[in-house]
């Protein structure tokens, strides 16, 4: 396969749980690992599909697997959690790269 | 920490080459447990893999079929960077340009990456 989907959007009230979503079928062979990006600035890595963080990601963010669909779960949303969110993977094959085409989240 | 300093011109007229560096620091080109890739942004093809560049005893370099016909990624391992050259840019190649870490483990992300380089292409 060669596509991740991502919904446009999403939204959530501040200090509420947000799960965001990514589906592809080569997500039921790898990984997806996911990155935030504020507007003017590089994506940064926030996890990755066995819940590894890198340091300075807050524990809130937790990502999990399950068939072909890979999610990001923001515990407790904060307002500097608004930004875009990306999945990637890798393809069917293994040896190519895919991105989701991105969620915005916006916290109300 | 490792760090990743892009340079490279951001203006360039249809048929040109782009020529883009990524210089790291806080790890070597030549590590055997990652890849260094470059990826792209723009509001019509959202966050698009180019290619990768990593070596595992010699070089490899695995390209995205879309500009396959017209990459090439190098390392230089006395300047510790890589580079990356798109041949015959058209408007459509307009962007912002990445380079990123792929860690190569049982997952594969991109931890580390570049501040992004804007590319303009127009006549």
């Known amino acids: 396969s060669s596509e991740l989907t991502q919904d446009p959007a999403v939204s959530v009230a501040l200090g509420q749980t947000v799960r965001i979503t990514c589906q592809g079928d080569?997500?039921?062979?790898?990984?997806a690992s996911w990155y935030q990006q504020k507007p003017g600035q590089a994506p940064i890595f926030v996890i990755d599909g066995k819940n590894n963080r890198p340091s300075g990601i807050p524990e809130r963010f937790s990502g999990s697997s399950s068939g072909n669909t890979a999610s990001l779960t923001i515990s407790g949303a904060q307002a500097e959690d608004e930004a875009d969110y990306y999945c990637?993977?890798?393809?069917?094959?293994?040896?190519?790269?895919?991105f989701g085409g991105g969620t915005k989240l916006t916290v109300l | 920490q490792v760090q990743l300093q892009q340079s490279g011109p951001g203006l360039m007229k249809p048929s040109q080459t782009l020529s883009l560096t990524c210089a790291i620091s806080g790890d070597s080109v030549s590590s055997n447990s990652a890849a260094w890739s470059w990826i792209r942004q723009s509001p019509s093809r959202g966050l698009e893999w180019l290619g990768r560049t990593y070596y595992r005893s010699k070089w490899y370099n695995d390209y995205a079929v879309s500009v396959k016909s017209r990459i090439t990624i190098n390392a230089d391992t006395s300047k510790n960077h890589f580079s990356l050259q798109l041949k015959s840019v058209t408007p459509d190649d307009t962007a912002m340009y990445y380079c990123?870490?792929?860690?190569?483990?049982?997952?594969?992300?991109?931890?580390?990456w570049g501040q992004g380089a804007l590319v303009t292409v127009s006549s």
């Open positions: 080569s997500l039921r062979s790898y990984y």
């Open positions: 990637n993977s890798r393809d069917s094959s293994g040896n190519y790269v895919l």
């Open positions: 990123a870490r792929e860690v190569i483990a049982v997952t594969t992300p991109f931890d580390y």
